[in-house]
């Protein structure tokens, strides 16, 4: 079995979410689906993610990962050039680095590197493991070898990925990309080793409206907002609490969460929160967005979000922000001895002290 990571980005203006739900159009279902072609499998094979955003949310940084036979990569047919040569695959990456989706760094490059027409086939993701980038046409080129590596081995995975990724790019539609296809590391689980994820919330308060080219990302407020009061309010909320004043309660799951950071920039009429949290409960990120907004207006104080957090339970007065105004864009992971223990360590239910 080939665990891979993939990481993606997407549009969620018309998803009913990432979850695969009957008869909705959804993230997880629109790659899923795409992958069950690829590998002419009789059923989609299951995708697991880092974070599981809600209709009308966006993701710049997500991740996911999927289990496949290895000997399904055999469908992928890597073709010859003319003259019959065939690209040297790159050689499979085993160590693993700290990481994070969304980071555009091109990463460190293995020293049996091949390259064809300025893409590197052996550039090692800076997501641990190898990555490879789809190259034109999806044929390997640039070395010696008569044949391409079994279907069923390390090295004939590798070197059919920058084949998986472009059939994902022809499949998919425009508004979900796979950006980048790697072999995970032992012990790599999208959801559960993520150390921490990063949403950014964005909001614009001038008076006569939004820029309509970013309808889609960012809410328009039509009352002035106040910077300092913002971060003042954010403030009391940092640090391991429970969110449950915050949180649609789902059963089973605990509502404690550390949050690591929140806090507002504002870059003209647009004000952007950064929001970075271990881990979120159900519509966590968009109930603080929505408590803290009427606080930036000034017709509520600056310490009532922090009263709603320390009663621990649902406030009327706290309204959940619009998605189209929250965006996903990063998610990390541990170094790759850490993977297998931060997966064990998220799985237990959290109280607060412990």
Not at 22 to 33: A, D, S, W
Not at 68 to 75: I, K, S, Y
Not at 103 to 132: C, I, K, Q
Not at 271 to 276: C, D, G, K, R
Request: proline fraction near 7%.
């Amino acid at each position: 079995m080939v665990r891979l990571r993939l990481d993606l980005a997407y549009d969620g203006t018309d998803f009913s979410g990432w979850a695969k739900q009957p008869g909705r159009r959804t993230v997880q279902g629109e790659i899923e689906e795409a992958l069950g072609k690829i590998f002419r499998l009789p059923e989609p094979p299951a995708l697991t993610v880092a974070g599981r955003t809600d209709a009308g949310v966006h993701a710049r940084g997500q991740v996911a990962h999927v289990d496949l036979e290895a000997d399904a990569f055999g469908v992928l047919e890597i073709r010859r050039r003319r003259g019959g040569s065939l690209g040297q695959a790159p050689a499979v990456e085993t160590s693993y680095r700290g990481t994070s989706a969304g980071d555009t760094s091109p990463g460190e490059t293995s020293s049996r590197e091949a390259s064809v027409g300025g893409t590197s086939l052996g550039e090692t993701s800076p997501h641990g493991a190898l990555a490879v980038e789809a190259p034109p046409g999806g044929v390997l080129a640039g070395g010696p070898a008569d044949a391409p590596s079994e279907a069923g081995t390390p090295q004939g995975v590798a070197e059919r990925l920058p084949l998986l990724l472009k059939r994902l790019a022809g499949i998919l539609p425009p508004d979900v990309r796979v950006h980048r296809v790697t072999t995970a590391p032992e012990g790599f689980d999208a959801r559960f080793s993520a150390m921490s994820r990063r949403y950014a919330y964005r909001v614009c308060d001038a008076q006569g409206g939004g820029d309509p080219l970013r309808r889609h990302e960012v809410v328009w407020y039509p009352r002035p907002l106040d910077l300092d009061r913002l971060n003042a309010a954010a403030a009391a909320l940092l640090g391991e609490h429970d969110f449950a004043a915050f949180c649609k309660k789902r059963e089973g799951a605990t509502t404690i969460r550390e949050l690591q950071r929140l806090d507002w920039v504002r870059e003209g009429d647009l004000l952007v929160a950064t929001v970075v949290a271990d881990a979120f409960c159900h519509s966590m990120v968009r109930a603080l967005v929505g408590s803290l907004l009427p606080v930036g207006e000034g017709r509520l104080p600056v310490d009532w979000p922090g009263q709603v957090l320390t009663r621990a339970v649902r406030d009327s007065g706290v309204h959940v922000a619009p998605a189209h105004g929250l965006c996903l864009e990063e998610v990390r992971y541990p170094e790759g001895a850490e993977l297998a223990r931060r997966a064990a360590e998220t799985r237990r239910v959290r109280t607060l002290g412990v």
